[in-house]
């Protein structure tokens, strides 16, 4: 049995013609998320993806930005509902230190007593440091400190049941620090924030971000065998999977994908 990959949304922060980058994971009927975009909008998603949130026993939070952030409060909330009237076997979230204090203080504001007093009970906090293994369901990952510049953010290195590796590189540049952790992948997610051509327009390397030719550089170097480009502009949605391909395509052989929200892989 292969796994699969839903992105449930595929763009940077700003975005408003889709949703902000996220995804699950699914093997046999369990649910690996990582991030939840920046609000309620997450419901949406996962309801259109056939994804019953009965089924996220794991969620992986790479940092507290807005964007990826606020949806996993949502996640909570669902979770801490269903699991107190049974219906919810539990979740654990996985982050670092800051994303669990932001997370518990986002929650004691805004949720229930009797949603909070689920918190480490059916929903439980792993907080990891750089380097930390863990094990969520059936992936066993390493979580990794991406050396950001703005906040601290936390990428991983996945193996998959069937032994292929996927390594989330985070929504910021890579650092060769973190070699280790990127190199070999079968898959390599990547944040592509616009075309090498609209650098001028929209200024990727003021806010520390990528284009689809410094990802696809980088995935060559990293010896990567698949290539994913996410958290774009949302400017010509029409016409980015076949922009960013063909970008990308000049500096890396292997294949490449420009999902669009909602679409799935199996890898």
Same mark, same amino acid.
């Given at each position: 049995?292969?796994?699969?990959?839903?992105?449930?949304?595929?763009?940077?922060?700003?975005?408003?013609?889709?949703?902000?980058?996220?995804?699950?994971?699914?093997?046999?009927?369990?649910?690996? *998320? @990582?991030?939840?975009? /920046?609000?309620?909008?997450?419901?949406?998603?996962? +309801?259109?993806?056939?994804? !019953?949130?009965? &089924?996220?026993?794991?969620?992986?939070?790479?940092?507290?930005?807005?964007?990826?952030?606020?949806?996993?409060?949502?996640?909570?909330?669902?979770?801490?509902?269903?699991?107190?009237?049974?219906?919810?076997?539990?979740?654990?979230?996985?982050?670092?230190?800051?994303?669990?204090?932001?997370?518990?203080?986002?929650?004691?504001?805004?949720?229930?007593?009797?949603?909070?007093?689920?918190?480490?009970?059916?929903?439980?906090?792993?907080?990891?440091?750089?380097?930390?293994?863990?094990?969520?369901?059936?992936?066993?990952?390493?979580?990794?400190?991406?050396?950001?510049?703005?906040?601290?953010?936390?990428?991983?290195? *996945? @193996?998959?049941?069937? /032994?292929?590796?996927?390594?989330?590189?985070?929504? +910021?540049?890579?650092?060769? !620090?973190?070699? &280790?952790?990127?190199?070999?992948?079968?898959?390599?997610?990547?944040?592509?924030?616009?075309?090498?051509?609209?650098?001028?327009?929209?200024?990727?390397?003021?806010?520390?971000?990528?284009?689809?030719?410094?990802?696809?550089?980088?995935?060559?170097?990293?010896?990567?065998?698949?290539?994913?480009?996410?958290?774009?502009?949302?400017?010509?949605?029409?016409?980015?999977?076949?922009?960013?391909?063909?970008?990308?395509?000049?500096?890396?052989?292997?294949?490449?994908?420009?999902?669009?929200?909602?679409?799935?892989?199996?890898?």
């Amino acid at each position: 049995m292969t796994t699969k990959i839903t992105f449930l949304g595929t763009g940077n922060a700003l975005v408003t013609k889709c949703y902000n980058t996220c995804f699950a994971l699914q093997y046999e009927g369990e649910t690996f *998320l @990582t991030d939840a975009g /920046g609000g309620n909008g997450i419901l949406a998603q996962l +309801e259109k993806a056939h994804i !019953a949130v009965s &089924s996220i026993r794991n969620l992986f939070l790479t940092h507290g930005h807005t964007d990826h952030i606020l949806g996993v409060i949502w996640v909570i909330r669902m979770v801490a509902s269903l699991y107190t009237r049974g219906k919810h076997a539990g979740l654990t979230i996985f982050c670092h230190d800051e994303c669990e204090q932001k997370l518990r203080t986002f929650c004691q504001m805004t949720l229930t007593a009797k949603l909070q007093a689920v918190l480490d009970n059916g929903i439980k906090f792993v907080c990891l440091k750089n380097g930390d293994d863990f094990q969520a369901g059936p992936f066993k990952g390493t979580a990794f400190d991406i050396l950001s510049t703005k906040a601290k953010q936390f990428g991983y290195r *996945l @193996t998959l049941p069937d /032994g292929k590796i996927l390594v989330c590189l985070g929504d +910021e540049p890579y650092n060769p !620090a973190c070699l &280790s952790f990127a190199q070999n992948a079968d898959y390599l997610l990547s944040e592509a924030f616009c075309l090498y051509d609209e650098r001028e327009e929209f200024k990727p390397y003021e806010k520390h971000h990528s284009t689809a030719l410094d990802a696809a550089r980088v995935a060559r170097e990293l010896q990567a065998k698949n290539l994913v480009l996410y958290h774009t502009q949302d400017n010509n949605l029409a016409a980015r999977k076949t922009l960013y391909t063909a970008e990308a395509k000049k500096e890396f052989s292997g294949p490449i994908y420009v999902p669009d929200d909602l679409e799935s892989l199996e890898i």
